[in-house]
């Protein structure tokens, strides 16, 4: 077990970081014992019930490893981050929609121009923009 080699011990049966820091995931571990210390997470583990215990583990090598990158904020601050970004693209996405609607209502309104004008209401000939430019220049 990475994380009792790293602290120097022998990995015990009843080991409470051996399900939660696999030694193929070595950099998990080293991150929560430099941020937390292994004290205080071995004593987070023990006092959650056994099934919240991965979450736990998973939550603090998260915040760590965002931690290590930016003491002051951690993940706080990459979640602020990302809320910036989903509110931009948000931002981004009305204002597609609107200039959607705006080319759409005035395709709508070339339609019903074409339908109109290309014949009696409720029938299309199929007027194109080069027959509809000329006759609605006809009705200014």
């Known amino acids: 077990m990475r994380g009792c ?51 736990a583990a998973n939550s603090l090598a998260y915040e760590a490893e965002f931690r290590l990158h930016d003491p002051i904020y951690g993940c706080v601050g990459h979640v602020s981050n990302l809320s910036q970004n989903l509110q931009q693209i948000h931002h981004n996405l009305v204002l597609a929609k609107n200039e959607l609607s705006l080319y759409l209502g005035n395709n709508n309104n070339i339609n019903i121009q074409n339908t109109v004008i290309g014949g009696a209401a409720g029938t299309s000939r199929g007027v194109g923009m080069g027959q509809l430019l000329p006759e609605l220049q006809n009705l200014l």
């Open 5 to 55: 080699k790293l602290l120097r011990r022998k990995c015990v049966a009843d080991c409470v970081f051996a399900p939660y820091f696999p030694p193929d995931q070595p950099q998990k571990f080293s991150c929560v014992h430099r941020v937390f210390g292994a004290s205080n997470v071995s004593k987070i583990l023990q006092d959650l019930p056994p099934h919240r215990r991965g979450d």
